[in-house]
């Protein structure tokens, strides 16, 4: 495996000294996904432009975008076909003017040699939160914090950084940044200020977000559809930011924005069975973003239902961050957990208030649906949440009102994944 990330950084180097693409890179502990999505969305009616097609963040799957190579190799074998064809590839690719890229940090080194491999023209730093993801590798919150940093501080001194105004963490970077600085978000300080979020509703079903962003004396009003969260609106305003540093007319990216679509499972609105709402996040889960989604089910009109599943990779950190979710989680109407560390969840949720009636406990996913359907009634708002691994999504599947639509609407829904039991 040595072998091949060698050989794939070298093909990634060759790539970029061969067609010099702009390169803009994305890390935070939430959001990496829906901002890369929302900027190619902006930037592509413009530019070629080549982002992940799926969640490839680290050694293996950088190169991989950079190289436009989407891989399906199962076997050693598989790899050693793919790798001979590379070369041809590069020669008779015509290559792209921006590449948009996801660094994840796993591990201390990620980020470090993700922009040594690949340095930004552009950096975006989405959010870290009190309660980081992916932690189980890193002494301390600090340390996670310090290497997301290095791609602030890697980011082309010509170049730009677009920082999350409201993440008091991701603020202090900009003291380390060498290239021109930008705030975005709801904080008064920021260059492009985020204003009047509004929920938009159609016949009592929620169809998405509307808001206004400041800049330069200018009020412009975006509409996202599909959306319900801050997050979502994060990532639409740091796409906004992007499009008018690439010179792009301020009414093209608001329609532009307009075609913006959530990836599967990242709070995707969805209609459910009985009438009822479903808030689809079953993608993954990382404490900040759970806690976010929560207060998302919690503005909404309706009865509050979370069914909320383990959240992994979190170290440490594990235990304080499923009763942090549970504190917060005391608030909705009905409770269902999935998981051995969603007993600390229904625990906690029960220690803060809730009736310990109003609280129900599954081993797996796929045990939920039978006592949830029971239950669900016209106008009920339904959250769904958990790691990869908890299949969160059989829950949605269950209880959606098309099912037939799984494939178009669900995550994780190719043969490899349906196949897992």
């Given at each position: 495996m040595n072998l091949l990330i060698k050989i794939l950084a070298?093909?990634?180097?060759?790539?970029?000294?061969?067609?010099?693409?702009?390169?803009?890179?994305i890390t935070g502990n939430i959001g990496k996904t829906s901002t890369k999505d929302a900027i190619v969305t902006v930037l592509s009616s413009r530019f070629r432009v080549r982002g992940p097609e799926k969640n490839y963040n680290n050694e293996i799957g950088v190169p991989l975008t950079i190289l436009g190579w989407h891989n399906s190799a199962k076997n050693i074998f598989g790899w050693f076909i793919q790798l001979l064809r590379l070369p041809l590839s590069l020669m008779l690719d015509s290559g792209v003017d921006i590449l948009v890229l996801e660094m994840g940090a796993d591990h201390p080194g990620d980020i470090d040699y993700l922009t040594?491999?690949?340095?930004?023209?552009?950096?975006?730093?989405?959010?870290?939160?009190?309660?980081?993801?992916?932690?189980?590798f890193f002494a301390s919150t600090d340390e996670l914090v310090r290497e997301k940093s290095l791609?602030?501080?890697?980011?082309?001194?010509?170049?730009?950084?677009f920082l999350n105004a409201d993440d008091p963490k991701v603020c202090s970077m900009s003291a380390l940044a060498k290239a021109a600085v930008h705030l975005v978000g709801e904080a008064a300080g920021a260059e492009f200020k985020v204003e009047n979020i509004e929920l938009r509703a159609h016949n009592n079903f929620p169809e998405g977000l509307s808001y206004k962003i400041r800049y330069r004396g200018l009020q412009i009003p975006i509409r996202l559809y599909g959306s319900l969260s801050r997050p979502q609106v994060l990532?639409?305003?740091?796409?906004?930011?992007?499009?008018?540093?690439?010179?792009?007319?301020?009414?093209?990216?608001?329609?532009?924005?307009?075609?913006?679509?959530?990836?599967?499972?990242?709070?995707?609105?969805i209609k459910g069975q009985n009438d009822s709402v479903i808030l689809d996040d079953s993608y993954n889960a990382a404490?900040?973003?759970v806690l976010s989604a929560l207060e998302t089910l919690l503005s909404l009109p309706g009865r509050h239902i979370a069914v909320l599943g383990d959240m992994k990779e979190l170290g440490a950190m594990s235990d304080m961050a499923h009763?942090?979710?549970?504190?917060?989680?005391?608030?909705?109407?009905?409770?269902?957990?999935?998981?051995?560390?969603?007993?600390?969840?229904?625990?906690?949720?029960?220690?803060?208030?809730?009736?310990?009636?109003?609280?129900?406990?599954?081993?797996?996913?796929?045990?939920?649906?039978p006592a949830l359907l029971s239950l669900l009634e016209a106008q009920d708002v339904v959250l769904v949440k958990g790691a990869q691994s908890m299949r969160m999504e059989r829950v949605v599947k269950a209880i959606m009102a098309e099912p037939e639509r799984a494939s178009e609407l669900l995550p994780r829904q190719n043969p490899e994944w349906l196949r897992i039991p």
């Open positions: 070298v093909l990634s180097r060759i790539y970029c000294w061969r067609y010099d693409p702009k390169i803009i890179a040594k491999l690949a340095r930004p023209d552009i950096g975006v730093l989405t959010a870290i939160g009190d309660l980081p993801v992916h932690a189980e791609l602030v501080q890697r980011t082309d001194p010509l170049g730009h950084v990532a639409s305003a740091f796409a906004f930011a992007i499009g008018v540093i690439f010179r792009l007319n301020p009414i093209e990216i608001v329609e532009r924005l307009k075609k913006y679509q959530l990836p599967p499972g990242r709070l995707k609105i404490p900040q973003a009763r942090r979710v549970g504190e917060k989680a005391k608030d909705c109407d009905l409770l269902f957990c999935v998981g051995a560390n969603a007993r600390i969840i229904a625990a906690a949720a029960v220690k803060n208030g809730l009736a310990e009636d109003r609280v129900f406990y599954f081993n797996a996913s796929s045990e939920v649906s």
